[in-house]
Structures are given as C-alpha cells and as structure tokens.
C-alpha cells in the first residue's frame, strides 16, 4: 500500500472537483521542457481508487491533495505558479493504473503525481512515470521492492526507479512492528498467517512472519485468500481448530472485515491483526463485532500531532463530504512536497521540467501535517514511526506508537 502517513500542480478532479487544466489567457504552461512564464500553470496528477471497495481511502487521498493545490495557491506558495489537480481512478488495481500513468505523463502540464494507494498499482506505474522524470509521491504504498528492489530482503538494496517516492514508511518495518507488539505486548505465542497474494498483502504478512518467528513466536498455520474473496468458511474451520491466540491478515479491510466477522460468529473470539490496509472506519462498519482487532498504521495518529491541527481544521472548513481517512495528511504531505519541489527549482533559477522538479523533490525538508518530511537515498520516507491502533466502542483508538527496533 500503502500506511501512514500516505501530486502535481494543475488536477483536474474528476466529478464536482473537476477543475480547468489550462491557464487564463496570456498564462504559458510549463511541461516536460517548457519554459517559465510570469504565470505559468502547473498541475498534480493524483491516482487512486475513486471508486469500488477502496475508494473511502481513494477519496481522502485525492481531497487532501485537492487541498493542498487550494491553500499553496491561496498563499501563492510559489510565486508566477498556480497549481491545479488531475484526479484519476484507478479502482485500487493495476491495469487501470497504467492506462491512468499513460494518460499523466502524456499531459505536459503534469510536473507530478500523487498516488496510488496500491503498492501491486504502482509497480505497474513506475517505469511509466520514470522513462519520463515525472516525480511520483505515493502516501500509502509500503511494499519494499517498490523503492529498495526487488532483492532488498537479502540485503542487497537498489533503488530502481529515481523518480519514486513515498511519504509511507514499509513494510520492512511495519510487518516486524507488529510481530513486536502481538508477541511482546499483547503477550500472543501462536498466529495463524493468512494472506490475499497481492504485492502489498503478501510482503506485509512475510516481514511479519519472519520477524515472529525470530522472537520465538510460532505459526499454527497459513493460508492464502483471494481479494475478492468473501466467503472463508473453509479457513474459519482451520483457524478453528489450530489453537491460534490470533490471526494476523495481510490485505486490505473489504476482506479482512468479513473475514474478521465469519470467525468471531463462529466463536473463534481471537483477535484479527493487519496493517494500515485494514485500519478503515469501514474496516469497522463491515465487522460490527471487531471490538479487539488490531491494525498498524505509518506514522503518529493525526489527530494527536500538533502539526495536524490546521490541516483538520482546514479540511473541515473545506466541507469534503469524504472522511480523510488513513492516508489524508500523508496525501497533503506528498503534494506539499511536490509543490516545494516546483518551488526549489524555480527558486534555483531552471526551467520547471519534469527532470528539474524531480531532482528537486529528492532534496526536500519541510515540517508537515504528518511531522517532519524528508526523502532518504531510496526516496523513503525517514519518518519510520508506526502505531498499533485497536477496535475499542465502534471506532479505531490508539493502544501504542512507538519507532520500530530492529
């Protein structure tokens, strides 16, 4: 994915935030090697899951970016610039990504991208956006492979694509983070693994493996779902009877709600732990008895940040009928990066291209919703703070934060 955590200057926003791409008359846009003008229109791609099962997450992503477009050009954050957006759904998978990175990167006023959600999503973008510079900050994705390469579990790590970035920390750190809790705080020796076989899913459920094992926990069973799956009455009987304290899912919440449920109904009352792809109001709504389950999220809860504050505040004021759900200040945070990338370079004196913002954005520091954003050799966030977040009267409250040990 995606965690916690979680964009270009012009978006056009599909529906009502639907926006102008052009600039008014006399404005001259600048694209992949167009030059700079008094009043030049940059815009911010942003691709994520607008509709279907993911799209409470979609939506909050691309309203926070909506957001941020709205006060950098209230500020005139970069001066002779006016940032828009150009929203995409990708409906949480791959195909309709690519076809949306194909549609970004042939608009020459895109300078930069939001998104996605999915990390199986952006493994079919990134070669797009890099054959052309065009600087992508994911707010959610936490799969590794996406930033280290595709060997980084054997220590040999390669970034590669230079164009790449995340304001989501991975899951090379939140798999353990959760093994850490589940086995040193909620006291569980023996999990059953289960997971939906989708990049992000998938690598989650095997860091968390590998980090429980090494504690001494031990895994009473495995098994693999499909994420369209809804039915788990087959795994439900294995869990049953293996003497599980816990299950730990790697996936998303439109499967692990249900799966969550179909245990508890069938009196398996142990709780189900996931990561920031479960840690959804909807998570909840679709699970009425997930009192107990446990999620893991990148970063502080948003709520509880100072930083934060105005970011609320704002959001609320704006009157967006979507929650911002996980991954709303990482989404304000990767477009404020975008944006102080068009700034540097245009500070710096070059021509706002595809290439200039892109080196830009490597170089960036800023204090933002989320705390302090800075992008290290692999173009990863270096804020590597988690919290475990538990189902407690109807809603997610926090049970710990905490900066991963390994």
């Known amino acids: 994915m995606r965690h916690r955590s979680a964009v270009v200057v012009s978006i056009a926003v599909i529906g009502a935030l639907s926006l102008s791409a052009c600039g008014s008359r ?37 309203n926070s970016v909506d957001l941020a477009i709205k006060k950098a050009n209230e500020a005139n954050e970069v001066p002779g610039v006016k940032f828009e957006i150009k929203a995409l759904d990708d409906t949480g998978k791959p195909a309709p990504g690519q076809q949306n990175a194909t549609q970004l990167v042939g608009d020459s006023k895109v300078l930069g991208v939001v998104g996605p959600l999915n990390s199986s999503v952006a493994q079919s973008m990134q070669q797009i956006f890099d054959d ?6 994911s707010p959610a994705n936490t799969g590794v492979a996406l930033s280290q390469g595709e060997k980084w579990a054997s220590g040999e790590k390669k970034r590669p694509f230079k164009s790449y970035f995340r304001t989501a920390t991975t899951d090379a750190v939140q798999g353990p983070f959760a093994a850490q809790f589940l086995y040193n705080d909620a006291k569980k020796t023996k999990v059953f693994l289960i997971d939906d076989q989708k990049t992000y899913g998938a690598g989650l459920a095997g860091t968390f493996k590998g980090e429980f094992t090494k504690l001494g926990g031990t895994l009473v069973g495995e098994e693999h779902v499909n994420p369209d799956d809804r039915d788990f009455a087959a795994i439900v009987t294995k869990v ?3 003497g599980a304290e816990a299950v730990y899912y790697g996936g998303e919440y439109p499967a692990a709600g249900p799966l969550s449920l179909q245990l508890k109904e069938a009196g398996v009352t142990i709780p189900l732990m996931g990561g920031d792809g479960i840690q959804s109001a909807d998570f909840i709504k679709l699970n009425p008895k997930s009192q107990g389950d446990y999620a893991t999220a990148v970063g502080l809860p948003v709520e509880s940040l100072d930083t934060a504050k105005k970011f609320i505040a704002d959001y609320k004021t704006a009157g967006y009928k979507d929650a911002y759900e ?3 200040g990482y989404s304000y945070d990767s477009a404020w990066a975008i944006i102080q990338g068009v700034k540097a370079a245009k500070a710096a004196g070059k021509t706002l291209t595809r290439e200039t913002v ?8 800023f204090d933002g919703v989320t705390g302090k954003v800075s992008f290290d050799e692999f173009g ?3 804020n590597k703070q988690l919290t475990v977040y538990t189902v407690k009267d109807g809603k997610w409250a926090v049970e710990k934060s905490g900066t991963f040990k390994g």
């Open 132 to 137: 052309k510079n065009l600087v992508e900050v």
């Open 358 to 365: 892109r080196d830009a954005v490597q170089n960036v520091t």
């Open 380 to 382: 990863d966030t270096t």
């Open 326 to 328: 996980t991954y709303g």
């Open 240 to 242: 049953k009877s293996s």
């Open 26 to 62: 006399g404005e001259k846009s600048s694209g992949n090697g167009g030059g700079d003008s008094a009043s030049t229109t940059v815009v911010i791609g942003v691709d994520a899951p607008l509709t279907g099962d993911l799209s409470a997450l979609g939506l909050g992503i691309r």
